[in-house]
């Protein structure tokens, strides 16, 4: 078995969030490995070889330094990954805060609304926003226009998030040109004349009230 980490998910000092994508792809990796002869990760200074291996810039850096000034820092796994985290400000606030970003970034998809759902999921999820409540609020207020006017006209209204969430899959699954109508309809919009004095759409200059007066 090589000892080459395989997951392209690396961790530079500042992507917090990678970091614990890292310790946790980390321990999956040994726990798998344990119960193989021989053991590549059968000590602490192996484990933490492993994780080393996927620091990139700044944290390589530090790490590489860690290792020839203060080699008992990777003398034990959980104490090594909790220096990594002091020493770049890695806090549970800070992670907290760096998720509900990254949910206020979340942009609805309709051609990739599995994708969407799997990370609303996830951020909600490290969150600990689990309630349907609470679930329901945050993806309505994700929803664009069309797509609020569509349950407006279904009068779709949902007390289970598990239940919105597979209609609004399914929706789309069975109506796969719905993206196009979509975009067809924005581009008539799009064609609308633009007075050239006011700027505005809908009307032409011979038409615009801003020059009659």
């Known amino acids: 078995m090589s000892d080459q980490p395989s997951s392209p998910v690396t961790f530079d000092g500042a992507n917090w969030q990678d970091l614990t994508r890292l310790v946790t792809s980390a321990r999956m990796r040994f726990l798998q ?9 059968e000590n602490d200074e192996a484990k933490c070889a492993y994780l080393i291996n996927q620091f990139r810039g700044p944290a390589l850096d530090w790490a590489g330094n860690q290792f020839a000034h203060n ?24 992670l907290s805060a760096q998720r509900r970003a990254e949910l206020e970034g979340l ?34 207020a994700k929803l664009p226009v069309h797509v609020q006017k569509l349950l ?26 719905r993206n196009t109508a979509v975009r067809q309809e924005n581009h008539t919009s799009n064609k ?18 801003t020059s009659k007066n």
């Open 33 to 41: 490995t344990s119960n193989l002869d021989p053991d590549p990760y």
């Open 107 to 140: 942009k609805w998809q309709s051609n990739h609304l599995p994708t969407f759902f799997a990370e609303f999921d996830r951020i909600c999820h490290q969150l600990h926003l689990d309630g349907n409540d609470t679930k329901i609020a945050l993806l309505r």
């Open 152 to 177: 407006a006209e279904q009068a779709l209204n949902f007390a289970d998030y598990a239940t919105m969430r597979e209609r609004l899959v399914t929706m789309w699954a069975l109506d796969p040109n």
């Open 71 to 94: 080699n008992a820092v990777i003398n034990h796994f959980d104490n090594f990954v909790e220096s990594v985290r002091n020493a770049f400000g890695v806090t549970d606030q800070g």
């Open 192 to 209: 609308r004349p633009r007075c050239g004095r006011c700027g505005k759409k809908g009307h032409t200059a011979s038409d615009c009230r």
